[in-house]
């Protein structure tokens, strides 16, 4: 992959982070996500989902400074996440996964939509919705919601969907 392939797919990765389109990734990205999503899903910030998603938003900032935010401005900057946060995490993808657990969890719980079934999976359709609230293109987040039925029952569990999000950010390949 040449240098101007892995600069589009790095560009479009911090996108996906800076909600806001500020040129900056801070915790008012990962709160706005969390907003978005609860508002799509017709879900209140003060329920128990609620909470858990933005408890799992701030971890998943908290984790991503504490990668990335070189100058502790509390904001990561395109330089430090593709300085930091890229090189960390392509390095030791299990980390990223360990700093997504928790607001992955509790996404897949709010776009289930049930109470508590006691599995961690939600229905492709509703991680479908996720995916477009969070910003995917209508026939991306189609096509990687689908694709990450891994056993063809209709849901998406959360082992898949935190081992899908982590090679998204930790593997640039050509089409990853």
């Not at 049930?114 to 359709?125: K, M, Q």
Request: with cysteine; charged share 30%.
């Amino acid at each position: 992959m040449d240098s101007a392939e892995y600069e589009r797919k790095i560009a479009h990765r911090f996108a996906a982070f800076d909600q806001d389109g500020n040129g900056y990734i801070d915790r008012a990205d990962f709160n706005a996500a969390a907003s978005r999503l609860l508002t799509e899903f017709g879900t209140t910030a003060r329920c128990d989902k609620g909470q858990a998603l933005y408890t799992g938003a701030e971890a998943f900032w908290q984790g991503m400074a504490g990668i990335a935010d070189v100058d502790g401005d509390q904001r990561v900057t395109r330089e430090e996440f593709v300085g930091g946060a890229v090189k960390r995490l392509r390095d030791n993808p299990e980390r990223f996964a360990e700093i997504a657990r928790p607001f992955l969890r509790a996404a897949i719980a709010v776009a289930d939509g049930v109470e508590s079934t006691g599995s961690a999976s939600a229905p492709v359709a509703a991680v479908e919705r996720a995916l477009r609230v969070l910003g995917a293109e209508d026939a991306v987040a189609g096509v990687a919601a689908r694709s990450l039925d891994a056993d063809g029952d209709g849901r998406i569990a959360e082992s898949d969907a935190v081992a899908a999000l982590s090679a998204y950010f930790t593997v640039i390949e050509p089409d990853a």
